[in-house]
Each structure stands twice: as C-alpha cells, then as structure tokens.
C-alpha cells in the first residue's frame, strides 16, 4: 500500500513541479509570490483526489506526503532534524447513538430527542463507553473569570454532574460597556473554553445550547462536525466524559419539562449575582463510541537565517492542510475545503518558494499544521513541544481562507494590535499601497478559531491574516459573491472553481511574506503590548 501511495503522490508531484517551481537566475528581484504555482497547488490540494483531506483519512495522508515532497523541491530545510513531519498523536472517537441507550429525562419523563437532529454528544476523555446517571445543572455561560469578577459556578460542587449553558459571553450593559470586551467575544465566549472549564471543574459532562447567533453558525455546521469521527490529542488533559451541543428548540422542551423557564433563567445569567440552578433532569444510559488511536503530521521546512546571531530566532508562517475528508452518503461525500483551506496551504507553498531565493536575517518556518478543524490540535502539538524555542520565535503569521473573490484595496490585520506587529503590518501594507481595515468588533471570537491562537496562548505575537475587502473589481458583485461563500462554508460545495480570480490570495499571501521579511530583518522580536494577557506569558517565560 505504501508503495502505491508512493508511487501516486510522486506522480502527482513530478506534474506539478514544472508549474509549481521554475529555476531563478541569480539577482532576480525580491520575492514575489506568484499566481501559477498558487491556483496549481490549491486545484491539487482541492481535488476529489485528496479526498477533503480529512483527518485519520487516506487523504490527510497523501497530503502530508504531497506538502513533504513539495518543501524539499522548495529548498526548504527539514524543521524537524533530518525530517520535515512533526507527529502529532490523535484519539479519534466517534459516537454510536445506534449502540448506546443515553438520553435526557425531565420532570421524570424521558425527552424524545434524536441524536444529530436535536443533540449531539461524544466522549471527551476518549473512553468508548461511559455509564450516565448524572443530573443537569445550568451554569449560564459556565466562565469563571476572577479579572471581570464573574464566576457562573459560584462554588457549587459539579463533580459527577452535567452542567448546561450558552455559548458566547455576557453581553455589555450601559454601565459596563467594555465588560468582557464590550461587543467583542472573548476567549470565555469560545465553545473550546466551555469544555475546558467545564473538565477543570470536574463535571461529568457539559452540554452547550446552540443558537445560530451566539456560535455564528448554523446547527449544520455542529452536525457536519459531531456525525463525523471527532479527534483529540492523545496526550495532556482530556476533557469530561461527555461533551455536546443542543438545539435551542430541544433546550426550551428539555427546559420546560424540567419547571424552568428558558428564558427567564438566560436573563439571570447575564448579571454577576447569577447563581447555577439544579434541573429536575438527568443524563441516563450507556454512552458509547468507537475510539482509536492515529498519527498525524505536522509538516515544517525552514530557510535558515543569515545573521550570525538572529538566524536562531525564527518567524513562523503558518496554514493548516486539513479538512473534514469524505463522510457521510451520497452523490457527493467529499468536503474539499478549497477557500478552507486549500487555499493558505497553497499560499505558504506559493510564498516558500519566493522566500528561499532571499533568505532574512532571522530564520523563517513555513508550517503546515493537522487537524485544525477539529480544534486547532495541530497548532496546540505544536506549541507543546515546539521544534524552535517558543522564546526564540518572532511571530506567528498564519493564513486560513484567503480572498477567492479578487483583488482588494485594502488587507484585514484583526489581532496584530495587540502586539507590535500592528506597527509592522501597517507599514506593510502602506508600501504595498494597501490600506489596513478598520477592525470591527471580533463577534464572533475570530481570534480564538484559528492556528495561531495555539501560538499566541504559548507567548508568541501571533494573529491571522485576512483578505481584503474593499475590492478593485465590480464591487457589488465581488461582495456577493463572497457573501455567497457562508452557504458553502464546511459544506460539500466549498470547491475549487477554476474560473476563481487569485489576484487575491496572491495579494494576502505578498502581504504576508512582505510582513514576515519585515520581522525577520528586524533589530528586535516584536513585543506584545503592555498589558495583554497572552504578552504575560512571554513575559513571565524569561
């Protein structure tokens, strides 16, 4: 089988080669990043061949074989000692409500709720089977924040019980307009923290409630990714038994059945005097789920630095390669992922090529990292046991989804003002004639859904860059057609269209190498700004 995938990829690659990494003459112009060798590689990386790419998948792997090959072709070093992969141990778990007897009983009464339609759950501590005999406690929106003097538990011991809650965060009042970041979502906000608090407080479960405004998305979106096999690392803190989501709509009856109101108990949670109320409901009956074990990758080539001294320091640009591969029944199965994210691992190709021809002062990395969609564990791998010195990293430049739509006039930077890399980016930008947009409140916590998240959670000036919007090209049309890409989003549609104009991608992917040179030829490491919690970290680390 090995031999055949070999065989395969090396195929695959000999074609795409001639397109994809044309020779240089010595003194060529600076770098720049060039549309051919990106559309070449996001067509591959997007085709049904590599099978959406997903984690576990045959498709993950020829693409962690595809990456490999194409960062030596690159000139780019191994990161990794003599190897470009990084091995990253995934617990693959996959529910089977087909085999398990769990449900919600209310008011005594066992709720007729569906498995995929109305709920979802999974193993959080990646056991196969659990026995649930737990009762429900509502915990509003479960934060215990000692900065913003809130705290949703107030102390009540939850061990051995299933805690209920909303996701996002508390909303701003008149009289506190900046609580928890005013009309910006918070790390609290984030459904990842949810789970996370939810284990260090030792519940046996935590069920959100979903609405398409608090997660920014439809339940579509929660099913595509709980129906499917779900992964977490291996290795570290495991969640708590169970983990899942709920309908609003399941909510209200469970809610209902259990003498409560929805409502009234949602306006209570919203102020700090909030305190959890026990339901008359319970989870009862056997959980169960296959659970396996897999590696997977990390891919990482670096080109060494020229300064006698920086070269030990490095930037990091970074894209994640997976996406939700083939799952489910159908004439299409397929999630290709092309704009997610096809198109940054096709960009951070496009850009190594280009950066190898002028090596920087400091070191760079170009680093494709796993299983981003299911929790930005590869990132997270990373940063746990990173292959450069977390104190000797620069930045973090990461791109995920970029602009399919055309050419803009203008380039999203949300994020980099919480460390120097605002400056940085904004003088990038200006000499590229580029005008950085305006940020606007982060709603829907944008900040803490991507790969550098892992990063800046470790210390590390890290934020994603975005697209532009202001487009060069029939505005009106430009903004609907990406507009029209949210029905595709983490759907089967989301394929590449060759008739696509990647003046773009290969503007986001310029700025981005632009900026990376910039810190790279720097005299110092940008600093986080005074004050921020991530810049603490860095802070307290030396």
């Not at 044309?22 to 070449?40: D, F, I, N, Q």
């Not at 190897?83 to 919600?104: C, D, H, M, Y």
């Not at 996701?167 to 701003?172: F, K, Q, R, T």
């Not at 430049?397 to 006039?409: C, E, I, P, R, T």
Request: aromatic share 8%.
């Amino acid at each position: 089988m090995q031999k055949m995938l070999s065989s395969f990829v090396g195929t695959a690659i000999a074609t795409s080669l001639a397109v994809a990494f044309p020779a240089y003459a010595a003194g060529a112009a600076a770098p720049t990043v060039k549309e051919a060798p990106l559309r070449a590689h996001l067509s591959f990386l997007s085709s049904d061949l590599l099978e959406g790419r997903g984690t576990g998948q045959r498709g993950g792997d020829l693409t962690v074989a595809y990456l490999e090959a194409q960062a030596l072709a690159a000139g780019l070093k191994p990161g990794n000692g003599d190897s470009f992969r990084q091995s990253v141990k995934i617990a693959g778990v996959k529910s089977t409500p087909e085999a398990s007897s769990v449900a919600l009983e209310a008011g005594g009464k066992a709720q007729s709720l569906a498995f995929g339609k109305d709920w979802v759950w999974a193993p959080g501590d990646a056991k196969d089977v659990h026995a649930m005999d737990a009762e429900l406690v509502f915990v509003g929106y479960g934060i215990s924040a000692p900065e913003e003097g809130w705290d949703d538990y107030k102390g009540m011991d939850v061990k051995g019980k299933v805690v209920v809650m909303m996701v996002n965060d508390p909303a701003p009042t008149a009289a506190e307009p900046n609580r928890f970041n005013g009309k910006g979502l918070t790390y609290y906000g984030r459904w990842t923290y949810k789970f996370e608090e939810a284990a260090r407080q030792g519940a046996a479960g935590v069920l959100l409630i979903h609405t398409d405004a608090s997660a920014s998305y439809g339940w579509s979106v929660v099913q595509n990714s709980w129906l499917a096999e779900r992964f977490q690392l291996a290795q570290g803190k495991r969640g708590a038994s169970m983990e899942g989501w709920m309908t609003e709509a399941a909510a209200r009856t469970l809610f209902a059945a259990a003498g409560e109101d929805l409502d009234l108990l949602r306006t209570a949670a919203e102020t700090k005097n909030f305190k959890p109320v026990a339901l008359k409901a319970k989870v009862k009956g056997a959980m169960k789920a296959a659970v396996r074990m897999v590696e997977q990758f990390n891919v990482a080539g670096v080109v060494p630095g020229t300064d006698p001294k920086l070269k030990d320091e490095v930037v990091i640009y970074s894209a994640h390669w997976d996406h939700l591969g083939k799952q489910g029944e159908g004439a299409d199965t397929i999630y290709n992922g092309a704009v997610d994210n096809a198109s940054g691992t096709a960009g951070l190709l496009a850009m190594a090529q280009e950066a190898v021809r002028a090596p920087a002062r400091r070191s760079q990395m170009f680093l494709w990292v796993a299983a981003e969609e299911q929790g930005l564990l590869g990132s997270a791998a990373y940063a746990s046991s990173p292959l450069w010195p977390a104190n000797k990293t620069a930045a973090n430049l990461n791109l995920d989804s970029l602009n399919f739509v055309g050419a803009a006039k203008d380039i999203g930077t949300k994020g980099s003002e919480r460390t120097e890399l605002g400056a940085l980016a904004d003088a990038t930008a200006k000499a590229m004639g580029l005008a950085v947009r305006t940020p606007e409140p982060d709603l829907a916590g944008g900040y803490f859904r991507s790969d550098h998240f892992s990063f800046a959670k470790a210390g590390i000036p890290a934020f994603s860059i975005e697209g532009g919007k202001d487009y060069v090209k029939d505005i009106e049309g430009a903004k609907a057609k990406q507009a029209s890409y949210r029905a595709r989003y983490h759907q089967v549609g989301d394929e590449y269209d060759p008739t696509w104009d990647l003046a773009g991608m290969v503007q986001q992917a310029q700025f981005t190498l632009n900026l990376g040179l910039r810190v790279a030829n720097a005299p110092k490491m940008p600093a986080w700004k005074a004050g921020d919690a991530f810049g603490k970290i860095r802070a307290s680390a030396k």
